[in-house]
Structure formats: C-alpha cells, structure tokens
C-alpha cells in the first residue's frame, strides 16, 4: 500500500503535465513525452522488482589489477 501511495504522488506532477499538453500541444511533442514518462515507469518497475544487495568492496577493480602488473 505504502508503495502505492509513492508511486501516485511521484507520478502525479507527469500526470498533470501530460493533461496539459493533450490540451494543445502538437502530437510529436506529446508522442515524445509520452515516450519518456512510459520509460520512466518501466524502470521505476523493474527497479521495484529486484531488490537492493549491498555492493562487494572486497575485490579490487580490474583496472586496478592491470596497473599493478
């Protein structure tokens, strides 16, 4: 539920840009919105469904190994 409610308040702000623009706005630019706020969604999703794992700061990055040869 709390998931939810975020998501209403973080999507509302676009949600009213986009009742605005399909007042007047010519098509392409309301397409191209549309676009980005679909991709915005998407990763907002995908992001949920996995979730968070701590980074592993044992093993030095590769670049670093090559310097040291």
Avoid: H, Q
């Avoid at 706020?37 to 907002?44: F, G, P, Q, R």
């Amino acid at each position: 539920m709390k998931k939810l409610l975020v998501t209403l308040v973080v999507l509302f702000p676009f949600f009213a840009v986009s009742v605005e623009m399909f007042k007047g706005a010519p098509v392409t630019s309301l397409a191209l919105y549309l676009a980005i706020v679909t991709v915005l969604i998407v990763t907002v999703v995908l992001a949920w469904r996995r979730p968070a794992t701590p980074a592993d700061t044992t093993k030095k990055p590769i670049w670093e190994e090559s310097l040291n040869k």
